[in-house]
Each structure stands twice: as structure tokens, then as C-alpha cells.
């Protein structure tokens, strides 16, 4: 199945500054509890974590389980101190990694 990956992040911060980050991916995160109309199970598909690393150290980690949503969003906040790389990296439960990046630049 083909996921987008959406992050945003303001392209420069001031060293210290709090910067926020979005992150979501376009999944149905099916829980594995509905049935077709057939009567047959229509079997888990779910993310079952999220992290962000910045400048390649974690920063933020989620995890989901059956309850999670579609489409998961997630907003959180990271101290910059430098210009680097933020990479979000969605763990699918078959252990497919499946990342997006963007470049935040510290003046």
C-alpha cells in the first residue's frame, strides 16, 4: 500500500527556540475488530510506532495500538541547536520503516 508522510517545520529557527513539528501519515489503521459485509474479518493494519530523530538523535517516540485512528497526527516540540536534518520514521506492525525528512536551519 502506498502511505504519504507529511512533515512541517518552520524552515529557520533561532538557536533555543522551541520548534514545533507536524508530522502524519495518510493509513487506514485498520484494528483488526471489523468484518466485510461477507462476514470476514478484515485482518489488523496498523502503524505501531512513530519517531522523530533530530540531527540523528531521538527526540520524540509514540507508539499506537488497535484503538489509534486513521490517518495519525502528531504535533510535538523540539529545542533547536543546530542546522539538521528532522527525520519522522513510521514502524508499520509487519516492521516496515518508511521515513520522511526536512531540513531545519539554526541562525
Known amino acids: 500500500m502506498n502511505h504519504n508522510l507529511y512533515i512541517k517545520l518552520p524552515e529557520k529557527a533561532q538557536q533555543g527556540d522551541e520548534v514545533f513539528v507536524r508530522a502524519r501519515m495518510d493509513h487506514k489503521m485498520e484494528s483488526g475488530w471489523h468484518s466485510t459485509k461477507e462476514g470476514e474479518v478484515i485482518p489488523p493494519d496498523r502503524i505501531r510506532e512513530f519517531t ?31 542546522t539538521g536534518n528532522v527525520d519522522c520514521h513510521w514502524i508499520t506492525q509487519e516492521g516496515e520503516r518508511l521515513t520522511t525528512s526536512a531540513v531545519l536551519t539554526v541562525t
Open 52 to 82: 522523530c530523530d533530530y540531527n540523528g538523535k531521538t527526540v520524540f517516540k509514540a507508539s499506537f495500538d488497535a484503538g489509534a485512528s486513521p490517518n495519525p497526527y502528531l504535533g510535538f516540540y523540539i529545542r533547536a541547536s543546530e
